[in-house]
Nanobody
Framework: QVTLIESGGGLVQAGGSLRLSCLVSGSASDDYTLAWFRQAPGLEREFVSAISGSGGTTFYALSVKGRATISRDNAKNAMYLQVNSLKSEDTAVYYC???????????????WGQGTQVTVSA
């Protein structure tokens, strides 16, 4: 059983930055892939970014590539997402998710946090 708890969401002006955190507890090993997904009102949940257990492999959705940086600190059981140059279309609930596979496929993520709201004002 893996528990994921997100934090760091809030209201940010367009052009600003935000750092989301995900605290991991439970039976997640260091080879556990962690990812961020987001869901805007009326839209499906979509992949944002993922990082392998070692942190050596990362990938990003085109919508955030060049603006976001994913990282993790296994000693602290934490994962982070830094997003710069925020846009109104980044407004969504951001979810931390875990998988035993390195993937951007939502169906392969079995552990989910409750989400943290990010609102970008114009």
């Amino acid at each position: 059983q893996v528990t994921l708890i997100e934090s760091g969401g809030g209201l940010v002006q367009a052009g600003g930055s935000l750092r989301l955190s995900c605290l991991v507890s439970g039976s997640a090993s260091d080879d556990y892939t962690l990812a961020w997904f987001r869901q805007a009102p009326g839209l499906e949940r979509e992949f944002v970014s993922a990082i392998s257990g070692s942190g050596g492999t990362t990938f990003y959705a085109l919508s955030v590539k060049g603006r976001a940086t994913i990282s993790r600190d296994n000693a602290k059981n934490a994962m982070y997402l830094q997003v710069n140059s925020l846009k109104s279309e980044d407004t969504a609930v951001y979810y931390c998710a875990g998988s035993r596979t390195i993937t951007d496929s939502i169906g392969l993520y079995s552990s989910w946090g409750q989400g943290t709201q990010v609102t970008v004002s114009a």
